[in-house]
């Protein structure tokens, strides 16, 4: 297998959550919150006691960074509530903030869906935004994309670049809106030329692979550059594939290597991932297995079931690492946990030699079974290897292969497919792997 087939594409990124300090949206607020800057700390302090919400909330500012009063969050989330319950949005909506990601307070999605809301109905463009992101991952409500969509659109129509870049995000996707790339480049293009990283980055790929515009390399190549100078890391993942395919510019698989480096010792995990590559082919790099391997493992252990079935090609093969069948299989099974196609392949092997694992032809059998009508080559090899596999299978070993076939997808809530695994009967003959295939 080359490796185009197994290295991930680009990513388009979902919409972040912007900070709760935003300027306010109203005039008026403009220029309480202005005037209040420059109070001295023990005015404001009795503004905010006389019951002044934009002294309320700039005193909560102060404890919040430290700014000429000890920090506090207690002393900030006191005063953030004071300023909330005279109903000003800004307080409102960093209280909702706070109670999403437990800064200072305990973790409740509910209290911060109900700030959010409270501040989203004043028209507060960041609360519409974040009321928004709890719909779609839902956050302290059933996920619900029409409700998210909706509210993204209200802070896209007052110019909220994050917004923007999530309505992108949704139109593309197709959750919550019919599939449209040629507005979801709209928005993105409007959300890139504001300065957001995210949405420059969801350009740059919109130019890459010619989504809702015309393929351009070389645009695609500046907004992937301004999304890495303003931040997003993964820019530099998307950097290095161009230049290490020559993608608009002059092929370079050294400055390739350079940029994986960069994303890579980020923590982003497709970084990794093509940097050990690179150290494994010695492409851009000297070939060094242990260089593979280890970055090969940064990936897997972050739960990323391609870098987890690559570990275990190496732990296979002994490359950079002591040969270790019984490792090759655990971190196979990791990533065939997760549906990894090519990972199900390598462990039906392994349970068909008796390799790290007992010999086990039933297991075997359902791990082949599930790769096999997912087409393609590992699809078309998968259903070899069961076909020779089901030569030699007892009648009984036959239906337990079935039967775990069919508990893996009623497992997944997917009885469709399950009938159809459990059901099938390949035709005999054919050939099964000789080895693992490569990550």
């Not at 303003?230 to 940029?259: D, H, T, W």
């Not at 493992?297 to 079935?309: F, L, S, V």
């Not at 462990?347 to 039933?362: C, H, Q, R, S």
Request: with cysteine; charged share 20%.
């Amino acid at each position: 297998m080359n490796r185009q087939s197994w290295i991930y594409g680009f990513i388009l990124l979902p919409a972040v959550l912007i900070a709760q300090d935003v300027i306010p949206v109203s005039p008026e607020s403009l220029a309480n919150m202005a005037a209040n800057r420059s109070v001295p700390l023990v005015d404001l302090l009795l503004q905010a006691e006389a019951g002044d919400k934009y002294a309320q909330y700039r005193l909560a500012d102060a404890y919040a960074t430290g700014n000429g009063v000890p920090k506090s969050d207690a002393e900030a989330v006191k005063w953030l509530l004071q300023a909330a319950w005279n109903g000003f949005a800004e307080a409102q909506n960093s209280l909702g903030y706070r109670y999403e990601h437990g800064t200072g307070v305990p973790q409740d999605y509910g209290e911060a869906l109900r700030w959010y809301r409270s501040a989203a109905e004043q028209n507060l463009p960041v609360a519409q935004n974040n009321l928004a992101h709890m719909y779609r991952y839902g956050e302290g409500v059933p996920v619900d994309y029409a409700r998210a969509v909706n509210w993204y659109r209200q802070a896209a129509a007052h110019g909220l670049a994050a917004a923007r870049d999530a309505l992108g995000s949704a139109y593309l996707n197709g959750t919550g809106l019919p599939r449209n790339a040629i507005e979801a480049f709209k928005l993105f293009n409007l959300a890139a030329e504001q300065g957001l990283p995210i949405a420059q980055n969801n350009l740059a790929v919109m130019y890459f692979e010619g989504k809702g515009t015309a393929q351009n390399y070389s645009e695609a190549l500046k907004w992937f550059s301004r999304a890495a100078k303003g931040g997003f890391i993964g820019a530099y993942r998307c950097l290095g594939l161009m230049y290490e395919y020559g993608k608009g510019v002059s092929q370079n698989p050294v400055k390739a290597a350079e940029l994986f480096r960069i994303a890579a010792e980020h923590g982003v995990a497709n970084a990794q991932l093509e940097l050990a590559n690179l150290y494994r082919t010695g492409k851009g790099v000297q070939q060094d297995y242990l260089e593979a391997a280890r970055w090969f493992r940064r990936a897997a252990e972050q739960g990323d079931p391609t870098g987890e079935n690559a570990l275990g090609y190496m732990y296979f093969h002994g490359e950079g690492v002591t040969r270790d069948y019984r490792q090759a299989a655990d971190w196979f099974r990791k990533a065939a946990e997760q549906d990894h196609v090519l990972a199900q392949a390598n462990l039906g092997i392994l349970y068909e030699k008796g390799l790290g694992v007992p010999l086990d032809y039933a297991e075997a059998y359902k791990w082949f079974a599930l790769t096999a009508k997912k087409g393609g080559n590992i699809g078309a090899a998968s259903t070899r290897a069961l076909n020779a596999l089901k030569g030699i299978m007892t009648a009984r070993q036959l239906r337990d292969g079935q039967a775990r076939v069919a508990e893996w997808i009623s497992h997944r809530n997917n009885t469709n497919l399950a009938a159809n695994l459990a059901a099938q009967t390949p035709e005999p003959g054919g050939d099964s792997y000789a080895t693992t295939t490569q990550p």
